[in-house]
């Protein structure tokens, strides 16, 4: 995953200070929400809501606006939204697999977004199950690098189910199957190593390398479909190399 991951979680960094913020924000505050509404206002019991409180925290979404979430998500204060997970699937230029995962409270506006941005910028709508079976679900924990060396990741982790830890640059990511990703999780917490995020992403068994003008027109593809406030997670199979991405970056 290394280009893919890497554009990731440098593209999350750029959206906390530029002007995606309040995007990113809301969409945060939408898992919060979620999750509170799915397993309860509890965060002691309900790990799912725990990490989305810790991913919305990294991001400095103010506590109160978290706060807020819970509450409206458990039932103890008024307007929450009825939200409900819709995966759209597609091909992008090069013929790169596309996963969209959108939260939203209305069907016809996110499939119509997902659509427009997907034509717009050299993709194709497909149908179900065409592209998914080329994801697995798998559980992936971000951690940021400073001090701790890959050894120390990967000793802390082993035991709890992790298959394996790759090297981001800045960061390690850990991957694990999704039913072992809060075992994951705890065991780094226990080792005490902090952690940006712990999700249950879709990974690619497989992946399509791209050059510098592929990877522009996968990356304008994504940034037009995150631009979607019902959107909220693309998946892709490609991967670039730090090269290209030096390159796309300059």
């Known amino acids: 995953m290394s280009g893919h991951s890497k554009w990731a979680t440098t593209k999350h960094k750029k959206a906390v200070i530029d002007a995606k913020r309040g995007k990113l924000f809301a969409k945060l505050i939408k898992n919060i929400e979620v999750a509170a509404r799915t397993g309860g206002a509890d965060i002691d019991g309900n790990p799912t809501l725990f990490d989305a409180i810790q991913k ?35 091909y992008g ?3 790169v697999a596309v996963l969209i995962e ?72 850990v991957l694990s199957e999704a039913t072992d990703l809060v075992a994951v999780r705890t065991a780094l917490q226990d080792a005490g190593i902090d952690y940006d995020s712990a999700d249950a992403n879709f990974v690619p068994t497989m992946q399509v390398e791209l050059d510098e003008e592929g990877a522009r027109k996968i990356f304008k593809l994504i940034d037009a479909l995150e631009d979607s406030d019902d959107v909220q997670n693309v998946f892709a199979n490609f991967d670039v190399s730090d090269e290209v991405m030096e390159k796309v970056d300059a």
């Not at 807020?68 to 759209?88: N, W």
């Not at 069907?107 to 941005?117: K, L, M, P, T, Y």
């Open 102 to 173: 959108c939260l939203t409270d209305n069907r016809n506006r996110a499939a119509s977004d997902v659509r427009v941005a997907m034509t717009r910028n050299g993709g194709s709508m497909a149908d179900p199950g065409s592209v998914s079976y080329l994801f697995h679900r798998k559980g992936v924990v971000v951690v940021p690098k400073g001090e701790l060396s890959e050894d120390d990741v990967l000793g802390a982790v082993l035991d709890a189910g992790a298959e394996e830890v790759n090297d981001l640059g800045e960061s390690f990511e």
């Open 56 to 90: 919305a925290k990294k991001s400095s979404v103010p506590n109160k606006n978290i706060d807020s979430a819970v509450k409206r998500g458990g039932g103890l204060e008024a307007g929450g939204v009825d939200y409900e997970t819709i995966m759209y699937e597609g």
């Open 93 to 95: 230029p090069n013929g």
